[in-house]
Nanobody, 127 residues
Framework: QAQLVESGGGLVQAGGSLTLSCATSERTFTSAAIGWFRQAPGKERDFVAA????????TYADSVRGRFTISRDSAKNTVYLQMNSLKPEDTAVYYCAADTPPYGSSWPSGRLAYDYWGQGTQVTVSS
């Protein structure tokens, strides 16, 4: 059973930046592709960004491309989501998720591809 722990959420003004972290075990980190999703109140959980197991491939939702950057640090078994130029519409609970072998066919943006999810971290962007 993989565990993922998100951190780094908080309250920020529009235009500001936050960096979210997703920490997991070495076993999970070395085998999994990782994705970030977000869910605003009353809305579905939407894809934000994903990074392949090797880190060589990244994918972003159109709404965040150019503002958010996903990366992974093998020394810390952690995946980061650097969020810049934040907008009020970025307000949501952010979740990281792991796609472990056998990898899901709907990776990177399909929720069903992911086997394990973190508990989420709240990001609030004020106008």
């Amino acid at each position: 059973q993989a565990q993922l722990v998100e951190s780094g959420g908080g309250l920020v003004q529009a235009g500001g930046s936050l960096t979210l972290s997703c920490a997991t075990s070495e076993r999970t980190f070395t085998s999994a592709a990782i994705g970030w999703f977000r869910q605003a109140p009353g809305k579905e959980r939407d894809f934000v960004a994903a990074i392949s197991r090797s880190g060589g491939a990244t994918t972003y939702a159109d709404s965040v491309r150019g503002r958010f950057t996903i990366s992974r640090d093998s020394a810390k078994n952690t995946v980061y989501l650097q969020m810049n130029s934040l907008k009020p519409e970025d307000t949501a609970v952010y979740y990281c998720a792991a796609d472990t072998p056998p990898y899901g066919s709907s990776w990177p943006s399909g929720r069903l591809a992911y086997d394990y999810w973190g508990q989420g971290t709240q990001v609030t962007v004020s106008s």
